[in-house]
T-cell receptor, first 114, second 115 residues
Framework: KAGVTQTPRYLIKTRGQQVTLSCSPI?????VSWYQQTPGQGLQFLFEYFSETQRNKGNFPGRFSGRQFSNSRSEMNVSTLELGDSALYLC?????????????FGEGSRLTVL | AQSVTQLGSHVSVSEGALVLLRCNYSSSVPPYLFWYVQYPNQGLQLLLK??????LVKGINGFEAEFKKSETSFHLTKPSAHMSDAAEYFC?????????????FGRGTSLIVHP
């Protein structure tokens, strides 16, 4: 069974640009959540999608957005990039039903903003 | 509201020594608790989870954790550290009510293993 796939793995952007990150969940998983990981703030929850609907949202500005497609693949977009957006962005999938369900993480997309 | 506190951002042990990583949680309802491990340049991987079936939970790679309600703790242990255990470890709590399926993660503890 293939794991969670995130693309691209590494990318470099400049301030003011925008970026789109992609996540393909494990087959059959309907929930996809996104996290920002930085040395200073740790793992911070961005948002969660379940069956194409945003079910939960973290405390991030509107520059951060996401969506989920009918095949459960998800994308997140960051517009007007700032230096502070440099981070490892992690995607996780789960079956989404039971609260006991574990999260399966991808390897992340490392974004550097210059 | 739920929260997780991991005591010690870095823990250093010698190879073969006991590993103890501390996690205390706060939750208004009986929680589900998780330990994840992250190796360099990788995502997080589940080590073990507590879902109220048993207070002592065994996970992968020889790790185990004990749920202690009176102490609101879920410390991670391993009897004998290996060099390959060097990684970042995250404790997470997920409430069982309120409709939230999102866990809250601790800040992480970096385990350093000396030869």
């Amino acid at each position: 069974k293939a794991g969670v796939t995130q693309t691209p793995r590494y990318l470099i952007k400049t301030r003011g640009q925008q970026v789109t990150l992609s996540c393909s969940p494990i087959s059959g998983h309907r929930s996809v959540s996104w996290y920002q990981q930085t040395p200073g703030q740790g793992l911070q929850f961005l948002f969660e999608y379940f069956s194409e609907t945003q079910r939960n949202k973290g405390n991030f500005p509107g520059r951060f957005s996401g969506r989920q497609f009918s095949n459960s693949r998800s994308e997140m977009n960051v517009s007007t990039l700032e230096l502070g957006d440099s981070a490892l962005y992690l995607c996780a999938s789960s079956s989404g039903g039971a609260s006991t369900g574990e999260l399966f993480f991808g390897e992340g997309s490392r974004l550097t903003v210059l | 509201a739920q929260s997780v506190t991991q005591l010690g951002s870095h823990v250093s042990v010698s190879e073969g020594a006991l590993v103890l990583l501390r996690c205390n949680y706060s939750s208004s309802v009986p929680p589900y608790l998780f330990w994840y491990v992250q190796y360099p340049n990788q995502g997080l991987q589940l080590l073990l989870k507590y879902t109220s079936a048993a207070t002592l939970v065994k996970g992968i790679n020889g790790f185990e954790a004990e749920f202690k309600k009176s102490e609101t703790s879920f410390h991670l242990t391993k009897p004998s550290a290996h060099m390959s255990d060097a990684a970042e470890y995250f404790c997470a709590v997920k409430g069982t009510s309120g409709g939230s399926y999102i866990p809250t993660f601790g800040r992480g503890t970096s385990l350093i293993v000396h030869p």
